[in-house]
């Protein structure tokens, strides 16, 4: 049984919106928000799926998430500044699934406000991520090549699957 969590929000005590396996590391990845911010994905729980070992990683906040080959995980960014009222910077990024740091840009969007990406897929074969921006796009995680794969959003059709 997988129990409530501490910290979480009041009004939803996991917090938990899904859970993830990397065949890679043998884990189970499971984000977690701990506030109702917008993009909140803020912890990272990793449970080694031979000893039940749970080990808590901090990261920034996300929208989504995907795992990616050899442990590495990618992430939907969008940070907002308050102070000038406004979103500097909207795009996928690549996250150290060890600590949380960021690792690098994979894409960013020039117009931040739009499209409005909440769900990412990552497809273990071609090293691409596929995502909806009102036509599906493609970019490869290793050499940032983007392609358009359709001309009419089907996505939904792919969400929440990882293709391993």
Do not use: C, M, Q, W
Not at 3 to 21: C, F, M, Q, R, W
Not at 40 to 47: C, P, V
Not at 56 to 75: M, P, Q, S, V, W
Not at 113 to 132: A, M, W, Y
Request: no cysteine.
């Amino acid at each position: 049984v997988f129990e409530a969590l501490d910290n979480a929000p009041s009004n939803d005590k996991t917090g938990v919106s899904s859970i993830y396996y990397s065949f890679d590391t043998n884990e189970l990845i499971i984000p977690r928000r701990t506030s109702f911010l917008s993009g909140a994905i803020d912890d990272l729980i990793k449970i080694d799926a031979n000893s039940g070992a749970k080990k808590i990683i901090k990261i920034n906040h996300y929208e989504d998430i995907t795992l990616g080959r050899n442990g590495r995980l990618f992430a939907v960014k969008k940070t907002y500044d308050p102070n000038l009222g406004e979103i500097t910077f909207y795009g996928i990024v690549e996250v150290n699934i060890n600590n949380g740091d960021e690792i690098d840009i994979i894409k960013e969007f020039e117009n931040t406000g739009s499209p409005s990406v909440s769900d990412i897929i990552f497809f273990s074969e071609t090293n691409d991520i596929l995502l909806d921006i009102g036509n599906l796009l493609k970019i490869n995680v290793d050499t940032k090549n983007e392609s358009i794969i359709s001309n009419s959003s089907n996505f939904y059709n792919y969400r929440s699957v990882n293709i391993y």
